[in-house]
T-cell receptor, first 112, second 112 residues
């Protein structure tokens, strides 16, 4: 099993729709989790962090299910500008050695 | 506020040539990282530096060396480039190693 797995998509959704992606991770010791957004041919940009059960920022909600070892990202009222690839990154290790393992990303296309 | 600056943005090398990718951050971050991103493989950690004066291998260190020159700068050296090192290279930094990352804009390297 890969350390981090994401459905590559693409998820094609109309503007205004709600869409959710999941990310499963294998390291049960992972302590915090991050979602990044990456536009085509650009660098990843931090979108949200999840340290406990979940986090909400405007239209974006991230949730963590430790028992089933997955994190999810929910986007409400999708905008054209939300079209991007979304990378999840569980963080594991001990202080001084924390490292991310990045998923390969889920591609979202929001259609007019 | 420049954030993380990488140079060069593009480079073409011949097999066997050497080069150094430069990375500098102006956010007073302690931790810095080098990743490569290949289609279908996601972001893979090459080397990281949890704090000034320390460096450690990541997932794919073979063929690379790094130098944490000071707190701001973290360079990646390819001593003898190979076609397998054709990739997009991202430098990133974070306040400490359990925070989200800020990425540079990347270096697109082609080895022919």
């Amino acid at each position: 099993r890969k350390e981090v797995e994401q459905d590559p998509g693409p998820f094609n959704v109309p503007e205004g729709a709600t869409v959710a992606f999941n990310c499963t991770y294998s390291n049960s010791a992972s302590q915090s989790f991050f979602w990044y957004r990456q536009d085509c041919r650009k660098e990843p940009k931090l979108l949200m962090s999840v340290y406990s059960s979940g986090n909400e920022d405007g239209r974006f909600t991230a949730q963590l299910n430790r028992a089933s070892q997955y994190i999810s990202l929910l986007i409400r009222d999708s905008k054209l500008s939300d079209s991007a690839t979304y990378l999840c990154a569980p963080l594991g290790g001990t202080s001084g050695t924390y490292k991310y393992i990045f998923g390969t990303g889920t591609r979202l296309k929001v259609l007019a | 506020n420049a954030g993380v600056t990488q140079t060069p943005k593009f480079q073409v090398l011949k097999t066997g040539q050497s080069m150094t990718l430069q990375c500098a951050q102006d956010m007073n971050h302690n931790s810095m990282y080098w990743y490569r991103q290949d289609p279908g493989m996601g972001l893979r950690l090459i080397y990281y530096s949890a704090s000034e004066g320390t460096t450690d291998k990541g997932e794919v260190p073979n063929g690379y060396n790094v130098s944490r020159l000071n707190k701001r700068e973290f360079s990646l050296r390819l001593e003898s480039a190979a076609p397998s090192q054709t990739s997009v290279y991202f430098c990133a930094s974070s306040p400490t190693d359990n925070y989200g990352y800020t990425f540079g804009s990347g270096t697109r390297l082609t080895v022919v």
